[in-house]
């Protein structure tokens, strides 16, 4: 994933604050980090607006809770070390939850399994698992976790490759019978690309657990609770499946 390496990018300057709902209100506003770098997740439209899965989800929680909600591009080298300096209040930014970070920052409830998904051509059917690919060729990257969860699975033929969008080119091509990649670069390729959007599917669910959550400065419940409140009722009134059929499936 994106988010376990160190990656070097230009932020992109955005003019004026991004709010979810209405008048910022002081002590109202929640300030959000993010490296709008990371498509379907968050990134910069052609507009120069941030947009993407983490920003919806984040504005829908602010009106549910009812606090506001402002974004600022942030590097993703170095976001964390703003977090610790006050620089802004929390991190939302495809940030999974590892024991490490739990030791320097705190976590929302996680919102999302972003762990591995398998891709097919439109029109299979009834494959919802890698084992339903028994007898067939199965693509991934080479050295990553989608590549060692085929490489698992009997009777499926791992194919490697330098790069993910080869191996999302062959599928598309009927070389290859799926293709096995995180959650979010799935999405991109399926959902955002116009040469696999009506040619590629998403099937079952991650089979993997790679947890986001939101980021925020150690100790600072205040924040933390009403992230948490406004996840939770989004959560619970169905509002986050909604993103995720937007977004990610």
Do not use: C
């Not at 504005?59 to 549910?64: H, K, Q, V």
């Not at 006050?86 to 920052?105: F, Q």
């Amino acid at each position: 994933m994106k988010k376990a390496v160190l990656v070097i990018v230009v932020s992109l300057v955005v003019l004026g604050s991004v709010f979810a709902g209405g008048r910022r209100e002081a002590g109202n506003t929640i300030v959000f980090a993010t490296d709008a770098t990371w498509p379907p997740m968050e990134f910069v439209n052609e507009d120069r607006e941030i947009v993407g899965f983490d920003i919806d989800m984040i504005r829908a929680a602010a009106e549910a809770a009812g606090f506001q909600a402002e974004f600022r591009n942030t590097a993703w080298d170095g976001i964390f070390a703003g977090l610790a300096t006050g620089e802004y209040d929390a991190v939302v930014s495809s940030v999974t939850i590892t024991e490490d970070r739990k030791e320097t920052m705190d976590f929302s409830i996680p919102y999302i399994n972003a762990g591995q998904v398998l891709i097919v051509q439109m029109g299979e059917q009834g494959v919802s698992t890698l084992a339903d690919l028994s007898g067939r060729e199965v693509g991934a990257q080479i050295g990553t976790t989608g590549a060692f969860e085929v490489d698992k699975v009997a009777g499926v033929t791992l194919r490697t490759y330098d790069e993910i969008g080869l191996a999302v080119e062959d599928l598309a091509n009927g070389r290859i019978a799926g293709v096995v990649a995180d959650t979010p670069i799935a999405a991109d390729f399926v959902l955002q690309n116009e040469n696999y959007s009506a040619r590629l599917k998403i099937v079952g669910e991650p089979f993997t657990e790679e947890f986001y959550g939101v980021a925020v400065r150690k100790g600072n419940a205040a924040v933390l609770d009403r992230v948490n409140d406004g996840l939770q009722k989004i959560i619970d009134s169905g509002r986050m499946e909604e993103l995720k059929d937007k977004w990610l499936r």
